[in-house]
């Protein structure tokens, strides 16, 4: 099977935001995905530089069109792999044989006789580079770039778009997934429900030369719509190139929702008029905002890919990306929405797993997966991993990114849940049960196999690094071979493990404040008396037991403390997360925490210990046996949401 995947080509008036970097993220997640399944994959990207627009920011910084083009393209091209986005293909509209095309097809289109000359007047908006219906007007301005558009009377030349109405609307009512998702199929055909105006594809060159001449009238340069959507033909070598032969029948275009009508209209139109089949499909997502406005250049509200990461790093940022924004829908950008995802679904969730699975595997079977004993009877993980891998399939084909992503979530939480019911650090010392903690320990690696495999596509820096900890090479079949090795069973016993850095370190939130509040309260209220009770043999009297916050909290995060043997740093939910300091390196080894559930006072005044602030202190019983002491930790059974109140 081949795909071939599009990203709109980029206007070059402004530098790369987060708004490009996302769908041309998600066009990357599923040229990686479709590699994964075995596809032939073509994923080409690229700049938009004709028009209005561009000549005009030439203009501003004092250069010409050509040095300014080259200059804001190479920024796009530069960005791209900073994201872990590799297109096979860079389009340029400047591109000579891009040029030659568009000129070969208008002729064609012209000769035909689906080009028209003609007078027009009508609402011109710079932004959109297109002449705006009355009906698209808000308060008598263009609804996206908030300005009022020109009126504009000239003589042109006239594309008969609506020749091909009828044949467009059949084709979309007899393929329903030729624009997804849905409402925006419903969208197009209601606008198509009114009779199409034809399309205004020329500029006089009085007007604008910073175009492709028109074959047939030198007066002329072509608008900048009907030559950039063809470049999803030039960027195959139309009409003679081997790619076009392979893929344009499959072609996909993913676009946001801003240029739906040119796409979803104009283009097809003109393709039909071209007399070559549609393209396969269009996905269509949402905007991303910040404070409730679409984020673009011309509000100035824009996030620049680059710096979130070096902030946050690339691959959380692409999983930010995928998992925050249900495709289809807006979403909004935060920096705190950013850190939220990291630190939870990554670092505690997807990043301990790791962690521990590999740090018991070093420790209990010296790096090497084991041979699992007996199966049948533990199938929590395989059976939950099987239906995660058909969900996933299916959601990731469809551009359900952030469905697939939360499957995949399931099978993580389940096997870190597996880890806390199958205590391997109990089984280890129990010589009689070493073939039930290979069985466990086997489970857990090919856990992470399989995860490393499905979170390729949108995490591919992260998975080399867990293969590579998981003793595999990172162009092995086992995690590049969907169709081959996509089910469970297929990690062979005895490869070597090795231990890998801390996938993703945390990224420190803003001090919460409550318990310094609470502590300083508590201090205000402290009367007399209540000091003299307290001195009376250790008594207390219910009133200041009642003060004490004790609360159950999940540890999610267990680290040493940097020159201290005794100390253990651990990030705790209870329910907001908080870091605690504990002395209990003695007994305990940072990996077989996470997950436990525990006792804390959460309001004691915070104090710092070897550098760390620690907020609040876990209880544990201190037991003592043959002259020594030790500590156990608290713990709670049952199913207990962190943060509970112990009464
Ligand atoms: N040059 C045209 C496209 C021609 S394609 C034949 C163009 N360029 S653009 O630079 O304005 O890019 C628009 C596209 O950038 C959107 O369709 C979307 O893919 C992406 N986005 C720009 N801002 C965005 C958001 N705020 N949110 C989500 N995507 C956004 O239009």
């Known amino acids: 099977m081949t795909t071939y995947i599009t990203t709109p080509i980029y206007y070059v008036n402004a530098q790369p935001h987060l708004g490009h970097a996302y769908t041309t993220i998600v066009a990357d997640t599923y040229s990686r995905f479709r590699r ?35 200059r804001i393209s190479a920024m796009f091209r530069t960005t791209w792999p900073l994201l872990d986005i590799a297109p096979d293909n860079f389009i340029r509209t400047t591109d000579k044989k891009h040029v030659e095309t568009v000129q070969a097809i208008l002729q064609q289109v012209y000769e035909k006789g689906d080009i028209y000359f003609d007078k027009y007047t009508g609402l011109y908006c710079t932004g959109c580079e297109r002449f705006l219906t009355e009906k698209e007007l808000v308060d008598g301005t263009c609804p996206d770039h908030k300005t009022v558009p020109d009126e504009i009377t000239e003589e042109n030349y006239f594309f008969r778009m609506s020749r091909y109405q009828q044949e467009l609307i059949d084709h979309i009512k007899s393929n329903p997934d030729f624009i997804t998702p849905e409402r925006y199929k419903n969208e197009v055909l209601s606008f198509l429900s009114e009779p199409l105006e034809d399309l205004c594809i020329s500029r006089p060159t009085s007007r604008l030369v910073w175009g492709i001449p028109l074959p047939f009238d030198g007066n002329f340069v072509t608008y900048v719509w009907f030559d950039a959507l063809i470049n999803y033909l030039t960027g195959l070598g139309y009409p003679d190139g081997e790619q076009f032969e392979s893929c344009w029948n499959v072609a996909e275009h993913v676009i946001a929702k801003d240029i739906l009508k040119p796409h979803a209209i104009y283009w097809p139109t003109m393709i039909l008029s071209m007399g070559l089949p549609l393209y396969k499909k269009l996905h269509v997502h949402g905007y991303w905002n910040v404070d409730e406005t679409k984020m673009s250049k011309s509000i100035g509200n824009v996030i620049r890919p680059v710096e979130l990461i070096e902030e946050y790093g690339v691959d959380s940022i692409r999983y930010f990306c995928l998992r925050e924004m249900s495709f289809g829908l807006d979403a909004s950008f935060s920096s705190d929405a950013i850190v939220a995802r990291k630190n939870s679904d990554l670092a505690n969730d997807l990043g301990n797993l790791y962690s521990r699975t590999t740090a018991m595997l070093v420790k209990y079977t010296g790096g090497v997966v084991p041979e699992p004993v007996s199966v049948d009877d533990d199938t929590v993980l395989s059976d939950l991993a099987e239906k995660v891998l058909a969900s996933y399939y299916e959601t990731m084909s469809s551009f359900q990114f952030h469905r697939a992503l939360q499957v995949v979530w399931e099978l993580i939480s ?51 690094r867990m293969a590579q900890g998981l003793g595999l090479g990172i162009d092995s079949p086992l995690i590049k071979d969907f169709k081959t090795n996509g089910r469970w069973g297929m990690l062979e016993p005895g490869g070597n493990l090795q231990k890998i850095e801390a996938l993703f370190p945390r990224t420190d939130t803003k001090k919460k404040q409550p318990v310094k509040q609470g502590a300083k309260q508590n201090k205000e209220k402290k009367n007399k008396n209540e000091q003299t009770t307290e001195n009376r043999e250790g008594v207390i009297t219910f ?76 209880l544990a019983a201190k037991v003592e046996e043959n002259g020594r002491s030790r500590l156990v930790l608290s713990s709670v059974s049952g199913a207990v949401p962190p943060g509970s109140k112990v009464a």
């Open 36 to 70: 994964l399944t075995g596809d032939t994959v073509r994923f080409q990207t690229g700049t938009d530089e004709h028009g209005d627009k561009i000549a005009e920011a030439a203009e501003k910084e004092g250069c010409s069109p050509r040095e300014y083009v080259d």
């Open 414 to 464: 389940q096997a870190n849940k597996y880890i806390v019911s199958n205590e391997p650090w109990v089984l280890v010392k129990e010589e009689d049960r070493l073939g039930r903690l290979h069985t466990v320990l086997y489970n857990l690696a090919e856990t992470l196999r399989l995860l490393t495999l499905l979170l390729q596509p949108v995490m591919p820096g992260i998975c080399e």
């Open 543 to 618: 009133d200041q037991f009642q003060k004490v916050d004790l609360r159950v909290a999940e540890i999610v995060c267990a680290e040493p403390v940097k020159k201290s043997d005794r100390l253990l740093k651990l990030t705790v939910k209870a329910p907001e997360e908080r870091i605690i300091v504990a002395g209990i390196a003695d007994y305990y080894q940072p990996e077989d925490l996470p997950g436990l559930l525990v006792l804390i006072v959460a309001n004691l005044k915070p104090v710092k210990l070897m550098g760390v602030e620690s907020q609040g202190m876990v």
